[in-house]
C-alpha cells in the first residue's frame, strides 16, 4: 500500500529555513518520480520541485534557489530544503507521486514575524 506522510513544517520567522520531510513506504522510491507541490491560502496549488527517479531535481519555474529537493534512499525519503522563508511561501506543503496519482496529507509552513 502506497503510503507517503509529511513532516517538518513549523512556524518560522522570515529569513529562516526549514526542511521538510516526505517519508514515502509501499513503493520502490527510486523507481518513481516525485513531485513536491505547495497551496498557500486561496491559491491554487502549484509545483515546487521534481525529483526524478534517477536522482535529478528541477525546481519548476516560478521556485527559486532556495528551494533544494532532495532523497535519502536507504531512508526511503525525499526532502525540501527552503532558505530564506519569506511571507509568501506560508502554504500547506505536499509530497505526491505522479504515477497513481499519490498524495500526503501535507505539512503546513507559517512564515511570519
Known amino acids: 500500500q502506497v503510503q507517503l506522510v509529511e513532516s517538518g513544517g513549523g512556524f518560522v520567522q522570515p529569513g529562516g529555513s526549514l526542511r521538510l520531510t516526505c517519508s514515502a513506504s509501499g513503493f520502490d522510491l527510486d523507481l518513481y518520480l516525485m513531485e513536491w507541490y505547495r497551496q498557500g491560502p486561496g491559491k491554487e496549488r502549484e509545483l515546487v520541485a521534481t525529483i526524478f527517479s534517477d536522482g535529478r531535481t528541477l525546481n519548476a519555474d516560478s521556485m527559486s534557489g532556495r528551494f533544494i529537493a532532495s532523497r535519502d534512499l536507504d531512508k526511503s525519503t525525499v526532502y525540501l530544503q527552503i532558505n530564506n522563508l519569506e511571507a509568501g511561501d506560508t502554504a500547506m506543503y505536499y509530497c505526491?507521486?505522479?504515477?497513481?496519482?499519490?498524495w500526503g496529507p501535507g505539512t503546513q509552513v507559517t512564515v511570519s514575524s
Open positions: 505526491h507521486r505522479s504515477r497513481g496519482n499519490y
